[in-house]
């Protein structure tokens, strides 16, 4: 049997029966204490300055400060504890506001006994856990919103001229037309769109339009 510490575990859940089913499978393993319950958001900060867990398992949907509103909370009740956020919820953005928010890792309610003890222990040593389905939606999550910074980026390149461009090529609107709108000829027109193109890089009018699109510079 190991010398080591037990590792203190708040446990948060608005459910009584997931917090006696939390505690039931911690305690069936050597190594565990859970130091205290809690049934809200606000119970669970609360609890966290009095109990100085290791590790507070959060469910993500409570009353009085859902577990992704109270991360914070809690670090700073807390800040010795790791969090582990525990949750029916498997988006891809749940994961990612879990992590922006500090959760040390992200489990599903469903998954084992044993994975949840695994993943205690490693927030418990400072490490990062996701099981497997909520890394790739991390990592799915991660890389659109990676894509959006760098969309939003490159847009800032553009200049006042190539963004009106822009808007009149997502519209439908002809070199001609645009010219027409804001007084300039066709061919400066054509050359904000080259300009534009390079800057963006993209270079068919459904890449742009579809760009445009989603940064909201035209209706869809």
């Given amino acids: 049997m190991s010398n080591e510490p037990n590792i203190r575990v ?3 859940d608005d459910h009584a029966v997931v917090r006696e089913g939390i505690r039931h499978v911690l305690a069936a393993t050597h190594g565990f ?3 205290g319950e809690a049934a ?3 119970e669970a900060v609360k609890l966290a300055a009095e109990c100085e867990p290791d590790v507070v398992v959060l469910d993500v949907s409570m009353p009085n400060g859902t577990g992704l509103e109270v991360i914070g909370d809690v670090r700073r009740a807390a800040p010795q504890a790791r969090v582990l956020i525990l949750s029916v919820h498997d988006e891809a953005e749940y994961v990612l506001q879990a992590v922006r928010a ?3 890792g992200y489990l ?3 998954s084992s006994p044993t994975e949840l003890r695994e ?3 490693a927030v418990d040593r400072g490490e990062s856990f996701f099981s497997p389905a909520m890394a790739t939606r991390l990592s799915d999550a991660v890389r659109v919103e990676s894509d959006r910074l ?3 980026s490159k847009l800032a390149l553009l200049t006042g001229r190539e963004r009106d461009v822009l808007e009149g090529i997502a519209n439908g609107e002809t070199n001609k037309e645009i010219a027409g709108r804001y007084g300039i000829s066709p061919r400066t ?4 769109r080259e300009s534009l193109m390079r800057k963006l890089e993209i270079h068919s009018v459904a890449g742009l339009t579809r760009l445009a699109v989603e940064e909201g510079l035209v209706a869809p």
């Avoid at 027109?189 to 904000?192: I, Q, S």
């Fill in 150 to 152: 760098s969309r939003v």
């Fill in 102 to 104: 500090g959760a040390n």
């Fill in 33 to 35: 204490n859970v130091a």
């Fill in 189 to 192: 027109v054509e050359t904000h």
């Fill in 40 to 42: 809200s958001g606000t």
């Fill in 10 to 12: 708040l446990v948060a």
């Fill in 108 to 110: 599903r309610k469903d």
């Fill in 119 to 121: 993943a205690v222990r």
